[in-house]
């Protein structure tokens, strides 16, 4: 049975290409809802760092949650309190309360859903569980860190560049 029709450009000479459904081979990559093209067409390793890990007993999180990895790979709010939760990644979906409940971690990647970001500016680790801070309202107590999570390309999103380096005020 035949299957899609495509253009193929070989050395110059274009052919149209029928796919037959006995294999993949010669498939056309069809985008998802979001207008991407879905993660497991690519090889083992490559694109988006995303796992899907365990939240801590008595954690919820929410859309644009900054969070902590730690112990046996639990899931854990991120916040600049101290040096013990520095933001490894986010979420993208309302999951909890933990313990038992599984949420995808993104460790690269854009963080939709927020709200009032300033376009351009960058942001930081707040020390509200999971939260942004803008540089003009970083937290200023002693022990906390200032960790750089990312910069705002829109009003409601945000390009997640997380700095595994931070300073922490004395």
């Known amino acids: 049975m035949a299957g899609e029709k495509f253009l193929k450009n070989d050395g110059g000479t274009i052919t149209e290409i029928v796919s037959v459904q006995t294999s ?3 498939r056309i990559i069809s985008l998802d809802t979001n207008g991407l093209i879905p993660v497991n067409m690519f090889p083992a390793g490559y694109g988006e760092g995303v796992r899907n890990l365990e939240l801590d007993t008595g954690v919820t999180v929410a859309i644009g949650d ?3 990895i730690y112990g046996a790979s639990l899931v854990r709010h991120a916040n600049a309190t101290n040096d013990t939760k520095p933001a490894h990644g986010f979420v993208l979906a309302n999951a ?3 313990p038992a409940v599984f949420v995808d971690v993104y460790f690269e990647g854009i963080i939709t859903g927020l709200t009032a970001l300033t376009i351009g500016a960058t942001y930081f680790l707040d020390d509200a569980d999971g939260k942004l801070a803008v540089y003009s309202a970083l937290p200023t107590a002693a022990d906390t860190i200032l960790q750089q999570v990312g910069t705002a ?3 409601t999103t945000l390009a997640f560049e ?3 380096q931070w300073i922490k005020l004395g």
Do not use: E, F, Q
Request: without cysteine.
């Open 96 to 98: 909890g309360p933990g």
């Open 162 to 164: 997380v700095s595994h």
């Open 153 to 155: 390309i829109t009003a």
């Open 66 to 68: 900054l969070v902590n």
């Open 24 to 26: 993949t081979a010669n």
